[in-house]
Each structure stands twice: as structure tokens, then as C-alpha cells.
């Protein structure tokens, strides 16, 4: 059984940083890509970033410059760092990972969910 479980997520000012992380545990053989989607209220779930098992990044434009991404292969764990946060990324956050488990199947699996608001 796979899990991913996030944490991290909340409530911030405009302008202010949160760090977001989500760690897979279960029966993994192996981890392919790893990323954070949002889905902001009564929006559709949306990319945010993604970095794939040698280290390459992919942002969406809304947050280039603001948000990085980063794994931790050996933990089996990925962060999302958040500066400049702006009101218009309040959403729930989820992690998602492409796993291959023992049996040799490859699903990707995603997280709960972590609520971040930004608000003054």
C-alpha cells in the first residue's frame, strides 16, 4: 500500500512564504516523477510544478519565479517552497508521484490535500 501524505500547508499574508512537503511511504520500488497540483476554489485542479527523478523542473507560468521545487530521492519525499505569496493562490495543494511498487505496477498516487489561504 502507497501512501503520500503532505503537510505544511495554512494560512499566510499576501507577500509572505509557506513550504510545503509530502513524503511517499508503502511498498515503493521505485519513484518517477513527483509534483504539487492546486485546486483553487471552484476551479478545476491545475499543475503547479513537477521534477522528475534526475532533478529536471516544470513550473506553470503563475508561478515561475516565486515557488521552487525540490526532491529528496532517498527519503522519497518532494517540497514545494512558496515566497510571494498572492491571494490568488489560495487552494488545496496536492502532492502527486508516479510510483512503481513491488508488483511491479506503476500508478500515480496523490495526497489528501493541504488547504493554503492567502489573506490579510
Known amino acids: 500500500q502507497v501512501q503520500l501524505v503532505e503537510s505544511g500547508g495554512g494560512l499566510v499574508q499576501p507577500g509572505g512564504s509557506l513550504r510545503l512537503s509530502c513524503a511517499a511511504s508503502?511498498?515503493?520500488?521505485?519513484?518517477?516523477?513527483m509534483g504539487w497540483y492546486r485546486q483553487p476554489p471552484g476551479k478545476q485542479r491545475e499543475l503547479v510544478a513537477t521534477i522528475d527523478s534526475g532533478g529536471s523542473r516544470n513550473f506553470a507560468d503563475f508561478v515561475k519565479g516565486r515557488f521552487t521545487i525540490s526532491r529528496d530521492n532517498a527519503k522519497n519525499t518532494v517540497s514545494l517552497q512558496m515566497n510571494s505569496l498572492k491571494p490568488e493562490d489560495t487552494a488545496v495543494y496536492y502532492c502527486?508521484?508516479?510510483?512503481?511498487?513491488?508488483?511491479?505496477?506503476?500508478?500515480?498516487?496523490w495526497g489528501q490535500g493541504t488547504q493554503v489561504t492567502v489573506s490579510s
Open positions: 508503502g511498498s515503493i520500488f521505485d519513484i518517477g516523477a
Open positions: 502527486n508521484a508516479d510510483i512503481v511498487d513491488h508488483t511491479w505496477r506503476r500508478n500515480a498516487f
